[in-house]
Nanobody, 125 residues
């Protein structure tokens, strides 16, 4: 079992920044790939970014150059630094744990095994 708790969401003006955190517990964290997804109102959940245990990183085109995913294995926490935020970034952001071996990156929801409860990010224009 893996428990994931996101934090750091909030309301920010366009062009601003937020840093999301996802604290993991329950099993070995350092060997898991981790991902961030988001879901805007009326839309399907979409992939944002992923990082594997060795630090390989992959981003969705929509956030490339603006968002940065990172992890601290000692703190069993994964982060999402979001800069130059746009109103279209408004969504509930979820972190997820990927227990599969190989095939990084995984960008489909079904490829992730555990999910957090989500944190709301609202970007005003």
């Amino acid at each position: 079992q893996v428990q994931l708790v996101e934090s750091g969401g909030g309301l920010v003006q366009a062009g601003g920044s937020l840093k999301l955190s996802c604290a993991a517990s329950g099993r070995t964290f350092s060997r898991n790939a981790m991902g961030w997804f988001r879901q805007a109102p009326g839309k399907e959940r979409e992939f944002v970014a992923a990082i594997n245990w060795s630090g390989d990183i992959y981003y969705a085109d929509s956030v490339k150059g603006r968002f940065t995913i990172s992890r601290d294995n000692a703190k069993t926490t994964v982060y999402l630094q979001m800069n130059s935020l746009k109103p279209e970034d408004t969504a509930v952001y979820y972190c997820a744990a990927d227990l599969r071996v190989g095939g990084f990156p995984h960008i489909k929801e079904w490829e992730y095994d555990y999910w957090g409860q989500g944190t709301q990010v609202t970007v005003s224009s």
